[in-house]
């Protein structure tokens, strides 16, 4: 457990900076970006060149659906392979980052909607460390997983990413990782390196026009959208994190998309950047 004196001590050397990070939405695929040099790893790469070094990473990843919401708060997160079928040399793969109790703490203290529990027992899934080894190979930056709480509506995400954008100014890069269309029942073999169903790319435009002109509600009420809308979202858990990430966007804050492409047919690897 963390002391009162550790915890003062976090708050303390966080300081508000000059700048306020970036936040990311990250479609992230296939686990095997995780170990591939491939287009999508490379812009991870080279993303984290662009932005400031954080001073944490604080990730929301489709892959951990809690009952209520949890924080990890562990000194060492292990590397979880949430995952079967892969080759034996993703599963060899360890990201040995550190985590941040104190900053654990911090967020949980946030967040004023909902209890937060500091979770001893999660790690790093592969929505998490699948890009951020990319980004920070080193694993020199403190990286944590917020889980989403799979009894609450889209709504209520977005207005708890709200309650985080505190950190933003302390230096922690906050990551939604999911993807905003994510259909497996429908994936082609044939378009697996590339290329989508015409109702994925309808769907796809039509959300990064929504994000480009920070018209957020109807992407939270995403079953007002359509058919398509429908068909890319059958379950929530790899949509939910980009409402975090919108949740965080500022007034003014600029939108930049990367990543921009549909693989399988009914997937697409495009990302978000809000902020400078």
């Known amino acids: 457990m963390t002391t009162l004196s550790a915890f003062r001590k976090f708050t303390d050397e966080l300081q508000y900076q000059e700048y306020t990070m970036p936040v990311l939405f990250v479609g992230h695929g296939s686990p095997m970006n995780g170990i591939e040099d491939n287009e999508f790893s490379q812009r991870w790469t080279q993303l984290a060149q662009e932005i400031p070094v954080p001073k944490a990473v604080l990730v929301i990843s489709a892959h951990w ?3 209520g919401t949890k924080i990890t708060a562990m000194d060492f997160p292990q590397t979880i392979h949430d995952f079967g079928g892969f080759p034996r040399e993703l599963f060899a793969v360890q990201y040995p980052a550190p985590g941040d109790a104190a900053l ?3 967020t949980a203290s946030l967040i004023k909607t909902a209890p937060v529990e500091l979770d001893h027992d999660w790690g790093l899934d592969h929505g998490t460390w699948t890009i951020v080894r990319h980004m920070y190979p080193h694993a020199n930056v403190p990286v944590l997983q917020l889980s989403i709480d799979y009894t609450k509506g889209p709504q209520y995400h977005y207005d708890l990413a709200q309650e985080l954008s505190a950190l933003r100014r302390k230096g922690v890069l906050i990551m939604g990782s999911g993807n905003m269309v994510h259909n497996l029942r429908l994936v082609s073999w044939e378009m697996i390196n590339g290329g989508g169903y015409d109702w994925t790319h309808t769907i796809n435009e039509k959300f990064k026009d929504l994000i ?9 009420n995403y079953q007002t959208l359509g058919k398509e809308a429908l068909l890319a979202i059958p379950t929530v858990e790899h949509y939910l994190p980009l409402l975090y990430t919108l949740g965080l966007q500022g007034q003014d804050e600029a939108v930049s998309f990367f990543n921009d492409k549909m693989v399988g047919g009914s997937l697409t690897m495009t990302s978000v950047k809000i902020g400078a």
């Open 104 to 106: 654990a703490q911090e």
């Open 212 to 220: 480009l002109h920070r018209d957020h509600q109807p992407l939270i």
């Open 65 to 67: 659906f809690t009952r």
